[in-house]
């Protein structure tokens, strides 16, 4: 049974009398477990739902969708499959007290990798899961491999009975699933022979496997030092040399399939081995820039399409919060922005007062931390803050709501995504006024769901 949380008003939904705490019971007799029996079961335009109202009462409609009119049906969202391993390097495990709750929850769910593209390691896969996710096409996922050796997955997950990741994409793989996979690269572990026989394994699987990134293993200050440490330099090095290597075959053997390298580092590996990042057109499509791979070059090709749309802020400086990750990357990014714009970007690269300096994504600071950045700025005439960092209700991973923050610091903060969002609306908002105002009040557009903190 799966409940409903809100109705869109003119929706069938709406029309049938569905109201928040419905429950949602069957489709054409069948069972609803979760938002992807809804979402698959009602997808033709006819079928019977079996729901208990809000009244106590159960109905069954015979439902006959005109075209183009949605359910317009907002579920309840749905219980998080629970991880079953215990890496070492588990954010979650890592995290001090006091955040918000969500955050202590370490989620291994296929179904959030679908939908979102969360990491799962498929380790707790049931033949029921594992039949669902071959019906309903749940493809691609994305999988957390780590190493394709055995034993050594089994050691970096802490699990004893994680399956044979190989044998279990092969099987999915010859149904149709495809993958994006990645490294989380710990040092001593799995780089060196192991990490070529992973690169190896999962480029055997030929087309099933879209992408593989490697990933620098992160750490906090909380974090089980003891078994687990970030890569040197020479590590980093040795990682990007495997795969450029691979990418390097999956290039010369795969282009006429109109594949690219195949195999990607993170940014993050690019910059703790101290070495550029590739161009724009190395990452194709950016698959994987939600996992830090590409994601500067992203911003910079936003920014170079929505140029038309920038509004012109000469004379006007712009505070830029960002993490120490991408601190050292940021000022190729803001060069092109405010040679577009003629405004003046001023990076504010923040330390993290909650995890430690060892943690440096954008997506995890605190706001506390932005608050004490901003406390004594008067000179800026707005701000650009991650909106990775806070959640669907805005709250940053403190509890301290972007609301709050705005309220505290005495200048008008935008969360944004690649600037291009932010600019682009004020360039367009100027063009219809006439004007060249600069964004003077604070606002926060809704950023996309996201759940879990996991590495993997
Ligand atoms: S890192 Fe991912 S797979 Fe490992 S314990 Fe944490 S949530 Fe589970």
Redesign the pocket.
């Known amino acids: 049974m799966i409940r409903v949380q809100s109705v869109a008003p003119d929706s069938l939904g709406a029309e049938l009398g569905l109201t928040p705490g419905t429950e949602l019971l069957a489709v054409n007799g069948r069972a609803l477990e979760d938002f992807l029996d809804w979402e698959f079961l009602t997808a033709d335009d006819r079928f019977v739902l079996g729901a208990r109202m809000a009244t106590g009462q159960e109905v069954e409609f015979d439902i006959e969708r005109p075209e183009g009119l949605a359910m317009g049906v907002t579920l309840e969202p749905p219980r998080i499959r629970r991880?079953g391993?215990?890496?070492d390097?588990?954010?979650?495990?890592g995290n001090p007290e006091g955040l918000r709750s969500p955050l202590y929850i370490?989620?291994?769910d296929y179904r959030l990798s679908f939908r979102y593209g969360n990491?799962a390691?498929l380790t707790n896969l049931k033949p029921w899961d594992a039949a669902r996710i071959v019906e309903y096409r749940l493809s691609p996922l994305y999988v957390?491999v780590h190493a394709t050796d055995l034993t050594t997955r089994r050691w970096l997950?802490r699990n004893p009975d994680a399956p044979d990741i190989i044998p279990q994409l092969r099987w999915f793989a010859e149904r149709g699933i495809a993958f994006h996979a990645q490294v989380v690269l710990v040092p001593g572990v799995n780089d060196g022979p192991v990490l070529e026989r992973t690169l190896g394994d999962l480029y055997g699987l030929g087309a099933a496997v879209l992408s593989v990134s490697v990933v620098p293993v992160a750490l906090t200050e909380f974090s089980k030092r003891g078994l687990v440490r970030e890569p040197t330099v020479a590590e980093c090095r040795a990682a990007l040399a495997a795969v450029d290597r691979i990418a390097t075959r999956a290039l010369a053997e795969r282009q006429g399939g109109g594949g690219g390298p195949w195999c990607y580092g993170a940014d993050d590996l690019y910059l703790q081995a101290g070495e550029p990042l590739p161009a724009a057109e190395w990452y194709g499509d950016f698959e994987q820039r939600e996992n830090g791979v590409g994601a500067v070059r992203f911003l910079q090709t936003r920014i170079a399409a929505a140029v038309d749309r920038l509004p012109d802020l000469a004379g006007k400086r712009i505070g830029v919060v960002t993490g120490k990750a991408m601190g050292p990357l940021m000022p190729q990014v803001l060069a092109d922005v405010a040679s577009t714009t003629g405004g003046c970007f001023e990076l504010i690269v923040v330390e993290n007062t909650l995890f430690g300096s060892s943690v440096t994504t954008a997506g995890l600071l605190p706001g506390a931390a932005v608050e004490r950045a901003l406390a004594e700025r008067r000179d800026l005439d707005f701000v650009l803050l991650p909106a990775e960092a806070v959640n669907d209700d805005l709250v940053f991973i403190d509890d301290i709501g972007a609301d709050e923050l705005a309220a505290r610091v005495s200048l008008p903060l935008h969360l944004s995504y690649d600037f291009a969002d932010v600019l682009g609306e004020l360039g367009t908002r100027n063009a219809e006024r006439g004007t060249d105002t600069p964004a003077s009040r604070s606002a926060f557009p809704l950023p996309r769901s996201a759940f879990?903190v996991?590495?993997?």
């Open positions: 991880c391993n215990h890496c390097f588990c954010f979650v495990d370490r989620d291994d990491f390691t957390s997950l879990g996991g590495q993997g």
